[in-house]
């Protein structure tokens, strides 16, 4: 197969292309942006369950481990009456026990594998029916205290992730964030915290619905309007913001990640992009994502000067043993991509 | 591993949490409903097919004694047009040539793995485009006669499926009930009969809709008037119900689980539970469930007294060899439950 | 299992059954078509990407081969801005780099295998979006020259595949298919061309909408007198038609492929079946079809008098080592069937 050329090592034979558009396409060894954190998904909204023992979890940290990952976040502890943990405050809420301490396992596995533990704050659902996030506060007050007395002695517990889902519609959204930042720090000596929101872009459409993308969508002005205003409350209470990647089009990327950067630059924030490892493009919602688009949007996040890569997640979309098989050829893709740096 | 905490029997940790609480999740061991029984969906209406031969169904049906199942029903033996045995009068019909004979293959791997075996009955699909019922009774009433002729010698046919789905807005199925149950009795020597309606509860849904849930959805009161008018008029045709559980939120299935019984005794009906082993709340419909709501489900039908669990459906959700690599989790999780018993 | 009759070789046991309908469906020896082309759907509008290396691409020509496929077709070579090879043209106008050269990776392996390979135009997506064929002649007027200037040397490269799909509502789209077919047909010293259009049957609806099936279907009067203006115009540009056979509902296949038939010989094309491996009747967009439902396509297509059989597409639904485990089921019951003639 000597004949098939990759294509990246061979800009030579390009002649008439625009010098701008081939230097971000070719020079890719010098514009790589490496995945070294992942969500897991457990207590999901939208993907479905793949029932793994604590066996099939430890071999998923290994495979974690062996691409580079140092940073595991849950996304989020508990989902209306569903939890990871038997919280005493959420149980005497009505939520269901769980079969397993899933948090217990994962800070183990943290530990055991060298990784930083994100904890997810609990989501009522409440806030999804009704726009409100009074219910999220008034819980993760109870859950925050609990979880920090019960996890807080495990070396790998490093930090919170805020998991309430926003984009630019949910204003009301900073003082939840500002109260519940605080409060994470504050019981932790400061561990940092960190946001996920998406970007209200074409792609924005629900999971369960019939559609794949909607004409209403934001401009890149108003999404920095209306962003600087949140990102100027929330400061303080949110050390990094990881803006899911996957509701714009891809040669969308440049120009919205650019005004996340200054942005996050603005307010001494880090700025992550939360790399969307499933495909928003096709009716089965969802699958793994082709290789090419993930490797454009990391690139793009490279380009854009962020500071750390997180998907959204490994254990379905880019593990050797997911449910899916494509899952493990996006593995080896990616590491075939690695191993070529 | 060892730090690892299973849950179940850790109850003495939790102070504060109510008791009755505690008693419905921490005691499993006396509350425990083992699956006993399982559809055998092919001529399916909306679970894509395996394509398996004469060896994967053998395979599976080991797969099924390994873990009690001692019953099998087969869903339907034909949906319009498309048949499982070479039935002389639907072929007249216009139903298409089967190229496998699947009743005579599935009696005898009952026959030969000691299950009893329950023959659907044949669905024109009419029914689902008109809401009449007069289709399924003209066809069955041939249907039934031919089959007890053509396969009564076997001693695995062990009953009849009585395989039209109804709810409550179904009540012309009553005398399609009685005139069909009736027959399949007559012919058989009274063989037993069942069927497996759905309860209108929020995610009674159209599979291929965008949609997961409705907000019109039926009160238990609502619900006990109506069914009981429909268990009145079907009393003495069918000797079992089993009530798909999959339509209701999980905090809705003692409610609804108790009337059921209430319902199903004073008839003199047996009181069985189709567990539902896919997961409704997913955009793909539909993949195996989350272990954690199938032992939600189970358990609740133990607490209500039920009197057998079947499951809708072993060979996608919860088979070892499935297509859908999460259900083979799904059965170690299930073997992982019973071994602890 | 010996009991287990295969049905196929039992025709005599089934008396009082019309003849006409037997010897369509017992007598299949002498009713076999069989596929010996596929696509290859690299740049998908609707299939999840699969994430293959070379390697696995080599070992999916080889299962090809297996099964007696002689014909592979470049379903498109781009699709917006994803691109199959990096055209100097399609750069300029702001595609991406691809990573890999699959035309010439499947040129190649299609001349170790033995193959012909159909390169497929390049679809801008303005058409889908704006029903103006315009841009398509546009590009792909640069796109036939660039093609074969660079990949012309292949004795694989066999002939064109006119990738726009249409059905009778888009007549615009004979200018289009003239143009670029006698230009393709210029450039390589008369390579020969096809279409692949779809009929507006029930099951026409979009694969990312909540529907199965649709009520506004076309009837076969109507086909055939659209269709009948489309072949006169296009006749000497396209050499064969290839229309879906999903569309329709099974019993209406002999009727609408008897017209695709008479019309193919009144204007001198080829009439050849693409015969979708995938279910159109299920909730999940797509995965692969039942195979007793593949067969009755396929005879209908041998009943018709039809000239070849290709597939949408091996690799996702007939492959042994496709995602979808149901895949490698349905290959084997193929081998089988091909195997008993």
């Given at each position: 197969?000597?004949?098939?050329?990759?294509?990246?090592?061979?800009?030579?034979?390009?002649?008439?292309?625009?010098?701008?558009?081939?230097?971000?396409?070719?020079?890719?060894?010098?514009?790589?942006?490496?995945?070294?954190?992942?969500?897991?998904?457990?207590?999901?909204?939208?993907?479905?369950?793949?029932?793994?023992?604590?066996?099939?979890?430890?071999?998923?940290?290994?495979?974690?481990?062996?691409?580079?990952i140092d940073t595991v976040i849950?996304?989020?502890?508990?989902?209306?009456?569903?939890?990871?943990?038997?919280?005493?405050?959420?149980?005497?809420?009505?939520?269901?026990?769980?079969?397993?301490?899933?948090?217990?396992?994962?800070?183990?596995?943290?530990?055991?594998?060298?990784?930083?533990?994100?904890?997810?704050?609990?989501?009522?659902?409440?806030?999804?029916?009704?726009?409100?996030?009074?219910?999220?506060?008034?819980?993760?007050?109870?859950?925050?205290?609990?979880?920090?007395?019960?996890?807080?002695?495990?070396?790998?517990?490093?930090?919170?992730?805020?998991?309430?889902?926003?984009?630019?519609?949910?204003?009301?959204?900073?003082?939840?964030?500002?109260?519940?930042?605080?409060?994470?720090?504050?019981?932790?000596?400061?561990?940092?915290?960190?946001?996920?929101?998406?970007?209200?872009?074409?792609?924005?459409?629900?999971?369960?619905?019939?559609?794949?993308?909607?004409?209403?969508?934001?401009?890149?002005?108003?999404?920095?309007?209306?962003?600087?205003?949140?990102?100027?409350?929330?400061?303080?209470?949110?050390?990094?913001?990881?803006?899911?990647?996957?509701?714009?089009?891809?040669?969308?990327?440049?120009?919205?990640?650019?005004?996340?950067?200054?942005?996050?630059?603005?307010?001494?924030?880090?700025?992550?992009?939360?790399?969307?490892?499933?495909?928003?493009?096709?009716?089965?919602?969802?699958l793994p994502i082709k290789w090419?688009?993930?490797?454009?949007?990391?690139?793009?996040?490279?380009?854009?000067?962020?500071?750390?890569?997180?998907?959204?997640?490994?254990?379905?979309?880019?593990?050797?043993?997911?449910?899916?098989?494509?899952?493990?050829?996006?593995?080896?893709?990616?590491?075939?991509?690695?191993?070529?740096?």
């Open positions: 197969m000597s004949k098939i050329t990759n294509v990246a090592g061979n800009a030579s034979g390009s002649e008439g292309v625009k010098e701008d558009m081939l230097l971000v396409h070719y020079n890719y060894k010098t514009n790589v942006m490496l995945i070294t954190g992942t969500f897991l998904d457990e207590i999901s909204h939208d993907i479905p369950h793949q029932n793994w023992s604590e066996k099939e979890w430890e071999q998923d940290f290994r495979h974690m481990q062996a691409m580079g849950l996304i989020r502890s508990g989902y209306r009456r569903f939890i990871t943990y038997p919280s005493a405050y959420l149980l005497q809420q009505g939520c269901y026990q769980p079969p397993v301490d899933l948090v217990e396992l994962f800070l183990t596995l943290a530990g055991k594998y060298g990784m930083r533990f994100y904890f997810g704050l609990y989501d009522s659902g409440r806030y999804w029916d009704t726009g409100n996030m009074q219910h999220e506060i008034d819980h993760n007050r109870y859950v925050i205290d609990e979880v920090w007395q019960r996890y807080g002695h495990h070396s790998s517990f490093g930090g919170w992730y805020l998991s309430m889902e926003i984009s630019r519609k949910t204003r009301g959204a900073i003082e939840a964030f500002r109260t519940l930042g605080m409060q994470c720090k504050q019981v932790s000596n400061g561990l940092p915290t960190f946001i996920s929101p998406w970007i209200d872009g074409k792609k924005a459409v629900m999971a369960a619905s019939g559609q794949l993308s909607k004409a209403d969508t934001v401009s890149i002005q108003e999404h920095e309007r209306e962003w600087n205003e949140i990102f100027d409350g929330v400061q303080g209470a949110v050390d990094a913001v990881a803006f899911q990647d996957g509701h714009i089009d891809f040669h969308e990327l440049d120009a919205f990640f650019r005004v996340n950067k200054q942005m996050a630059d603005r307010y001494g924030m880090q700025c992550w992009t939360n790399a969307e490892s499933f495909d928003r493009d096709m009716p089965i919602k969802f090419e688009k993930l490797r454009l949007k990391l690139e793009a996040a490279r380009r854009a000067g962020y500071d750390k890569a997180i998907t959204f997640e490994f254990s379905h979309f880019m593990s050797p043993q997911s449910m899916y098989p494509s899952a493990a050829h996006l593995y080896n893709r990616y590491m075939d991509y690695k191993a070529s740096l």
